[in-house]
């Protein structure tokens, strides 16, 4: 199977796109389960990345049917089974040509503001 591109950055599939690259750069920290990844987002964002459950969970099994992330199932703690989700190669790969579509996106964004020359 031909590894996933991104697909091309429009303004309408920046939101999907932010989502994705939100979850993939958590996950290059090291394997996380959901809940992990929602506090590790908001902490490192102070607050201002708040993932639900509801939007969460579609974007991991998307990236996982899609091969970019791995997840596996351990029993942990007192509430039983928890995924735990990492990164694969094909998905470290994957979110370096998304990291350089969404900065180019926004630089471009910004110049049409005005933000930048």
């Known amino acids: 199977m031909a590894e996933p591109e ?3 950055l429009t303004l309408q599939a920046l939101p ?3 989502n994705e690259a939100l979850i993939l750069s958590a996950l290059a920290g090291g394997p996380r389960h959901g809940y992990q990844l ?3 987002l908001e902490q490192r964002s102070g607050g201002a990345f708040r993932l ?3 939007t969460l969970y579609p974007i991991l099994h998307k990236l996982e049917e899609d091969g970019l992330i791995e ?3 351990s029993d942990e703690g007192p509430r039983g089974k928890r995924k735990a989700y990492r990164l694969t ?3 470290e790969r994957f979110a370096e040509r998304q990291r ?3 900065t180019a996106l ?3 964004v910004l110049r049409v503001v005005g933000g930048r020359p």
Request: aromatic residues 4%.
């Open 52 to 54: 639900r459950h509801g």
């Open 16 to 18: 999907r796109a932010c």
């Open 6 to 8: 991104p697909p091309p």
């Open 100 to 102: 350089a579509d969404l």
């Open 38 to 40: 929602v506090l590790d």
């Open 71 to 73: 997840g596996a199932w």
């Open 89 to 91: 190669p094909a998905g």
């Open 106 to 108: 926004l630089e471009l």
